[in-house]
């Protein structure tokens, strides 16, 4: 699911971390791709709408921004394209 907002739509991920599997919203600009986004974020990408639960599938919290460090991204895919719990 992908929503506008002006030059931004907000697409929603799923984030894989060794610990934290997170479901989120990213603004990408008009065009952009989820691998542009995360390669040209310097040290965090910003998540918003998050929902952070461990590898296990136990909910941690609930946040309405949070920053993930792209260092500890091991997967990110659109929600659209992902299947499971």
Do not use: K
């Amino acid at each position: 699911m992908s929503q506008t907002d002006g030059a931004l739509r907000r697409v929603v991920v799923i984030i894989l971390t060794s610990t934290y599997r997170i479901r989120g919203e990213v603004a990408l600009a008009e065009g952009e791709r989820i691998t542009d986004y995360v390669t040209a974020a310097r040290t965090f990408i910003a998540v918003t709408h998050a929902q952070v639960r461990t590898t296990e599938g136990a909910l941690l919290f609930d946040a309405e921004f949070l920053n993930v460090h792209r260092d500890h991204i091991e997967v990110i895919a659109p929600e659209t394209l992902t299947r499971g719990p």
